[in-house]
């Protein structure tokens, strides 16, 4: 049987994130790209999973930038925090936080990622979900205190900036890609630009 074609793919890469964290974490590829805020809704819908919303809301971003740059590859990804089917997002606060981290000390959560992948020239979609299971360490209220007053990580879900001094709260990560938890998995987004003929290494 003769060889399929290598797919056709835009020449343009864009991050569907104004993340510095996925910012940062992207650029570990070396391919160019351009970032673009995707003002996305991020409202969950009425009893929907958090592993859904995540997903959702992944392929919303990335749909939402694609509509407006056709000639790219988009990427969009979101992420949620899960303990005991509930969702722990960005706690915006420093008494939300306070509330997170100890509600999860001691346990063990779920940073479900969704990651998507739109071709805007068809609308192509490649959308996968990536767990990482975290065990939280049981730490002291002073503890949580003093890491919060250093680290402020008042827009991370769950308040748990693993890639600063939130490593420290944890006692345990299971999953396929560290980087998933700091919000890019990097290893499932290989594969999806390499079935878009993407070369990743020139």
Do not use: W
């Amino acid at each position: 049987m003769p060889t399929p074609p290598t797919p056709a793919h835009p020449a343009r890469l864009i991050l569907a994130s104004t993340s510095p964290y996925r910012r940062e974490l992207l650029s570990r590829l070396q391919l160019p790209f351009e970032t673009v805020s995707p003002n996305v809704d991020e409202t969950p819908l009425p009893g929907e999973a958090p592993e859904a919303l995540a997903l959702r809301l992944a392929e919303a971003k990335a749909r939402a930038v694609a509509a407006l740059h056709p000639d790219a590859l988009v990427i969009g990804s979101d992420q949620v925090a899960v303990l005991d089917g509930a969702i722990y997002g960005k706690p915006g606060t420093h008494e939300r936080a306070v509330r997170q981290l100890q509600t999860m000390r001691g346990r063990t959560v779920n940073f479900f990622t969704g990651l998507a992948l739109v071709n805007g020239r068809d609308g192509r979609a490649q959308i996968q979900g990536i767990p990482t299971l975290v065990t939280f360490r049981a730490l002291s209220d002073g503890e949580i205190e003093a890491y919060l007053r250093r680290e402020q990580p008042y827009n991370c879900a769950g308040s748990a900036k693993s890639e600063g001094l939130g490593i420290a709260l944890l006692e345990r990560m299971e999953g396929s890609d560290p980087n998933a938890l700091i919000g890019l998995p990097l290893i499932a987004l290989c594969d999806m630009l390499r079935h878009e003929g993407v070369a990743l290494f020139g």
